[in-house]
């Protein structure tokens, strides 16, 4: 396989993984409301297309833009979508910790969850899902 890393120090990289999170968190949000406004899908089977498209958004931007892989996309997005999972769990766990436990307002807890989910995304994705290793390929 021909290598399509490029040199990226970790600063830009997770600049451009942020980037791209806004980029798929619009299209979810368009999604959405565009279903439920214009088309009259319950609210919640629209959020779940939204998820699902803001997803499909991220994993392809970030494979090809923020990481630049070239490892085959089974193996990259079934990993991708692993690594995503378990942030919903982390994100769920955070906020339902500061809620309950800690008695913070929801939306401090959601923004303390949102930090500390964009870091383990950003470094789950860096070190496993898109690797040096895995996509057969080392920085130039």
């Known amino acids: 396989m021909v290598n399509r890393r490029r040199k990226t120090d970790i600063k830009s990289q997770f600049l451009r993984f942020a980037g791209v999170g806004v980029i798929g968190t ?5 999604a959405l409301v565009s279903l439920v406004q214009f088309a009259g899908v319950n609210p919640i089977v629209s959020s779940m297309v939204g998820f699902a498209l803001g997803g499909l958004v991220n994993y392809f931007l970030n494979y090809h833009f923020t990481f630049q892989s070239n490892q085959p996309h089974q193996s990259a997005m079934a990993k991708f979508f692993t690594v995503a999972l378990l942030g919903l769990a982390l994100n769920s766990l955070i906020v339902t910790l500061g809620i309950k436990k800690l008695a913070i307002h929801y ?21 496993w899902t898109f690797s040096a290793d895995d996509c057969a390929a080392k920085y130039e």
């Open 107 to 127: 939306l401090w807890a959601q923004l303390i969850a949102t930090g500390v989910v964009l870091i383990w995304n950003f470094g789950s994705n860096r070190l």
């Open 26 to 30: 619009g299209a979810h949000y368009l």
